[in-house]
């Protein structure tokens, strides 16, 4: 089945991304947003975003292969970039997004529908629930939740054959990894279809044949982030410190807390309440190893942060201050 029309529900940081990805490489693609609120809210990021591609593009020209750290695989290959086509490409992608409110005219026709709305579960099973009987026959639908198995909404779907998950890494232009994975009753049919729409938008699709909690990456990632801020819950160190023992020590280019601000505050905050509350989130031996975490001291700390409006690199502030390029104030 090849895609045309692609609508993407929600507008937030991998929301904005995965729309203005998908329009780079020639899609029709609208954005469905709650309120005019979240058009004022959305509009900046495709604004920056759009900012960041222009800049990505500049600097693969230097780039002296597809390994080289400034080429970004998600906006050309290497044998054939051409800087000028591909920057018209971004502006194009940019300049004819979509913005809808209307979501019965959103999803109409819409081959596939991309959820990429916070990680509340109310929030999805109601928008899934809404969208079921607007959508056509044909439209497959996907979430994009970092943290919610997607067979908790199969039901909400309406579509259980039509409906699995494809998860985005942040800055996918230069981070081009999908992961794909079914629920028990996705149909091979609509698996594959995913897989080769994600090879359409320059991702590497991984396969995730199981459905399994965090997927492949953040089955990795999100215990790591959560020591880091166990460690600062429990007055052990600073944000800086702790993103400093991991960078120093491991040549990693971020800490746990430069990872916090790029995901967002509240978001975090969505984690850690699913990793506490939800025992099948994690192996019986990482559920073990984490009991002694101070999930209480963490959910605190991020309050604290997101009532004082520090919500993360998109505000501008989080647990670091960002100039207008999301580069750290020092």
Same mark, same amino acid.
């Given at each position: ?52 591609? /222009? *800049? ?6 230097? +780039? ?8 970004? =695989?998600?906006? @050309? &290959? ?20 979509? /913005? *809808? ?6 999803? +109409? ?8 709305? =916070?990680?509340? @579960? &109310? ?208």
């Amino acid at each position: 089945m090849a895609f045309k029309k692609i609508v993407v529900a929600g507008g937030g940081v991998l929301g904005s991304q995965i729309a203005l990805q998908t329009a780079y490489w020639g899609y029709d693609v609208t954005i469905w947003l709650r309120s005019e609120s979240s058009i004022g809210r959305c509009q900046p990021k495709l604004d920056k975003f759009e900012q960041q591609y /222009l *800049e990505a593009i500049e600097g693969m020209k230097g +780039a002296e292969s597809a390994n080289d750290p400034a080429w970004c =695989a998600g906006l @050309a &290959d290497f044998d054939t970039f051409d800087a000028d086509e591909c920057a018209a490409r971004a502006r194009k992608a940019h300049d004819g997004m979509k /913005l *809808e409110l209307d979501l019965a005219k959103a999803v +109409a026709d819409a081959d596939l529908v991309i959820e990429s709305m =916070a990680e509340v @579960a &109310d929030q999805k099973a109601d928008f899934f629930k809404k969208v079921a009987p607007l959508m056509p026959e044909k439209t497959i639908i996907v979430t994009n939740s970092s943290s919610l198995l997607p067979s908790q909404f199969t039901k909400d779907t309406g579509r259980p054959d039509r409906y699995l998950a494809l998860h985005f890494a942040n800055s996918i232009w230069k981070h081009n990894v999908t992961e794909v994975m079914v629920q028990s009753e996705t149909s091979d049919a609509s698996f594959q279809a995913v897989l080769e729409f994600a090879r359409g938008i320059h991702m590497q699709p991984l396969p995730v044949k199981k459905e399994k909690a965090g997927y492949l990456l953040n089955s990795q990632l999100v215990p790591w982030m959560l020591s880091g801020l166990d460690l600062l819950a429990n007055g052990i160190s600073d944000p800086e410190s702790i993103d400093k023992a991991w960078t120093s020590g491991t040549g990693a280019p971020k800490g746990p807390f430069q990872v916090f601000d790029t995901v967002g505050l509240t978001t975090a905050m969505n984690i850690v309440d699913q990793y506490q509350k939800v025992p099948g989130i994690v192996t019986p031996l990482l559920r073990k190893m984490m009991l002694p975490y101070n999930f209480k001291g963490m959910k605190a700390v991020l309050q604290k942060y997101i009532d004082e409006g520090k919500l993360g690199m998109a505000a501008g502030e989080g647990f670091y201050k960002y100039d207008e390029n999301g580069d750290i104030i020092r």
